[in-house]
């Protein structure tokens, strides 16, 4: 038997989601959605089935079926303890959530730039505060943060909780100027060690 708990969370119950940008919000959502795709990696056919199929694609879409008629009976289930108004309630708000593949794909590429995690210096660009300043703010819980190892450690910054700063759109756009940069310095660095010659790094 298979035990699958998803809970969808429509709206986050931290102060600071109202003052995000809705498109950040919803990309947000639509990724945890399309995280669920790794649940596959956690389900393991019968060998008898298993023993039927002849590609990836065909143990795939069975582990997808599978986890369908779990869910099915599971819907079935927690249905029978809803009143009419909270079935409702329920198809409304998943018929407000995004789900086809064409707008998954343009959320996502939206915000690719968009970091879970940033940097004490990134978070230092965004607020104009001295790195000094944030790691204190880390430290004493001001910030949603975690360090990476020990007590001297990086600390990893949560994101979400800066998106409705001014500086937002600005500080992603450089962020993804210096990413590209850096790809074509890689790109230039590895021609070179080929043999192949220089390449087009762009402008300076």
């Known amino acids: 038997m298979i035990k699958i708990v998803y809970n969808i969370k429509i709206v986050r ?7 995000v940008p809705f498109k950040y919000v ?3 959502e639509v990724r945890r959605l399309v995280d669920m795709t790794r649940v596959l990696d956690f389900v393991t056919l019968p060998q008898t089935a298993e023993r039927r199929l002849h590609s990836d694609a065909e143990v795939t879409l069975a ?6 008629k779990a869910l099915r009976i599971q819907e079935a ?8 108004i909270d079935l409702k ?14 707008v998954v794909e343009s959320f996502i590429s939206e915000v690719s730039n968009v970091p879970e995690f940033l940097s004490v210096r990134d978070v230092s660009k965004l607020t104009g505060r001295v790195p000094q300043v944030i790691r204190r703010h880390c430290a004493n819980g001001k910030y949603d943060a975690e360090q990476v190892t020990g007590e001297n450690g990086t600390w990893r910054i949560k994101s979400e909780q800066f998106m409705h700063l001014s500086t937002w759109d600005s500080f992603l756009k450089e962020r993804k100027s ?3 940069n850096s790809k074509r310095i890689v790109d230039h660095a590895t021609a070179l060690w080929d043999g192949e010659g220089p390449v087009d790094i762009g402008p300076n």
Do not use: C, G, H, N
């Open 77 to 84: 289930q927690i249905s029978m303890t809803l009143s009419e």
């Open 178 to 180: 210096e990413i590209e």
């Open 26 to 28: 919803l990309a947000w």
């Open 13 to 19: 119950k931290v102060p600071l989601v109202p003052l």
């Open 89 to 102: 309630a329920v198809e409304e708000s998943v018929e407000s959530i995004p789900v086809t593949m064409e």
């Open 63 to 68: 582990k997808i079926r599978l986890i369908q």
